[in-house]
């Protein structure tokens, strides 16, 4: 008897075993990040031999790690058996471009890979898990290291980057003339937002600290005479006046009241018409789509003491107890989409 061909296959194993061992994927590349094997092949392809002895691998496991990367799709190898880059880690891995996005990796490698070897523990306990643990506060300990700080927006900025390009011109811009952008870390946002807009004046609002390697930043992308620093702490001091307030990747980190202090902080910022724009990793609506949001906001339980990551349908609802009058969501790139409010 044949089998019946409408009648869906038997359920497979496959799905349940490339999650659970997906870590085995995720760990291979942070090393290879690590190792700076992107940017050594940026320079040229190179054979095992060669990429074995200028990366100090061990021959044991040089081949095997070299074409898994080759297999997940982040190498190629020519009929010489020479390594190369693909187009998007020629682009975004390679450390001396300044398209490099690793930053981000490398974070997750020397802190979020560890830590989220607690999250069941942050499930049961509903408690952090980074250096809290031990009695530290981790922004207290980036911002006093002034490398480890620069590591870190940097990281910022790589995770960011594609948003903020896409922010800079899919929002309308033409009805205003300046903005904020709170939280700024090392400026990219308010950077994307001016190169694409000559007509505006910017702001980045952060914690003191951050403002020299902002203004670096800045400076060396030469729009200095239009975006500046100010110092300050949006928990304790009111925003700058602006017609335009931003959050990228901000609200997430704080708790439900928190969240809601940030919102009101804008709308007492604004003009009449002006807008405020928040975005994260919006979950859908329906809490089924968006993984990497969802994903996000496990990672805010193991990082933060209240973040979480939220709805569209939540964030409009904070902005219009906020005060504004008119709100939607907009999809921007990959798993971030901004929610923009108009008072």
Known sequence: MEPDSSSP??????????????????????????????TELAKHPEDLGAVTGRLGLHPRGA??????????????????????????????????????????????????????GSLTTALRTGEQQNE???????????????????????????????????????FDWSGYESFVDAGTAQG?????????????????FDLPEVGPIFEDYIVANGVADRVSFTGGNFFEDPLPKADVVLFGHILHDWDLE???????????????GGAVIVYDAIIDDERKENAFGLLMSLNMLVETQGGFDYTGADCRGWMEEAGFRETRVEHLVGPDSMVIGIK
Request: proline share 6%; hydrophobic share 45%; charged share 25%.
């Open 63 to 116: 081949r095997d790690f070299l074409d898994a990367l080759v297999s997940l799709g982040f190498l190629v190898r020519d009929e010489h058996g020479r390594y190369a880059n693909t187009p998007e880690t020629e682009l975004f891995l390679d450390k001396r471009k300044p398209s490099y996005m690793g930053g981000i990796l490398e974070m997750a490698n020397h802190r979020l890979y560890p830590f989220w």
């Open 132 to 170: 809290a643990k031990a009695g530290d506060d981790m922004f207290a300990k980036l911002y006093a290291d002034p490398a480890k700080l620069k590591e870190f927006l940097r990281a910022m900025s790589g995770v960011s980057r594609g948003a903020n390009m896409a922010i800079a011109r899919k």
């Open 188 to 204: 990219d946002l308010a950077l994307q937002i001016a190169l694409a807009n000559p007509h505006l004046q910017g702001i980045g």
């Open 9 to 38: 296959p038997p359920p497979s194993p496959e799905h349940i075993l490339q999650v659970g061992l997906g870590f085995w994927a995720s760990k291979t590349l942070l090393s290879a990040v690590e190792m700076e094997v992107f």
């Open 258 to 272: 928190q969240k809601k202090h940030l919102l009101r902080m804008a709308h007492d910022a604004l003009p009449e």
